[in-house]
């Protein structure tokens, strides 16, 4: 029963009689309270409800080559690959930019005086089914321009929230651009004089869109 719920990298490190005597522990509790159960473990961790990315880095020796991504409703942040370990954290009033590429992904971080650029290698884009990680072959956005679409909507719904709690006034909550009217980009890249916050810029960046597969003449009809 243990192998059909827990993945091998953890299995190894789980003893049947430690599982056995945590099992004692909860007999009596009925479905509801176990389900609440486990939603109290899952809470403990502040990142559980963010959207994970494997990605790779080389921009640093500090850190693992292999690493997640996550994206949530806080900011963007770096964790050591399948722990719960993060390295660094980013929330959206100090991200300026963010572009994506089919197999990278750019974020530019810091403020007006001072500002970081990271860029990780995005992987083939993976789904979850049951208890394995099956790679797919799909037709649809590139992991990389799945982590920029995450951000952009998390952004509409802090500019949506900031505005509320202004009063009204623009998409950007009524701060409006930055000081003599010059931002950094209004979309993907884009730089102009002064780095201001994604959330203090005026407008929303269009969802990310991947290249145009490559179209082939549809009078080709044999090789050699």
Known sequence: ????????????????????????????????????AFLNLIQ????HKATLFDVAQSFTSNWPKSLWLAVDQRGVHLLENRTRNVL??????????????????????????????IIVNTNQVRGFFGNA????????????????????????????NLAVAAGGGGADGGS?????????????????????????KEGTPPPAQPPPPVQFSSEITSFG
């Open 176 to 200: 409006g651009a930055a000081a003599n009217g010059q931002v950094y980009g209004t979309g993907y890249g884009g730089r102009r004089d002064y780095p201001v916050s994604i959330l203090k």
């Open 44 to 47: 403990c961790w502040p990142l």
């Open 1 to 36: 029963m243990i192998a059909h719920c827990l993945p091998p990298r953890i299995l190894v490190n789980v003893h049947r009689e430690h599982v056995a005597m945590h099992h004692q522990s909860l007999i009596g509790m009925n479905v509801e309270e176990a389900k609440q």
């Open 88 to 117: 660094t954290s980013f929330d959206y009033e100090a991200v300026l930019d963010y572009t994506p590429s089919l197999n990278h992904m750019l974020l530019i971080t810091g403020s007006d005086k001072k500002q970081s650029k």
């Open 133 to 160: 990680y099956k790679s797919l072959l799909i037709a649809s956005l590139p992991q990389a321009f799945q982590i920029a679409n995450l951000i952009r909507e998390y952004i509409e719904v802090l500019k949506r």
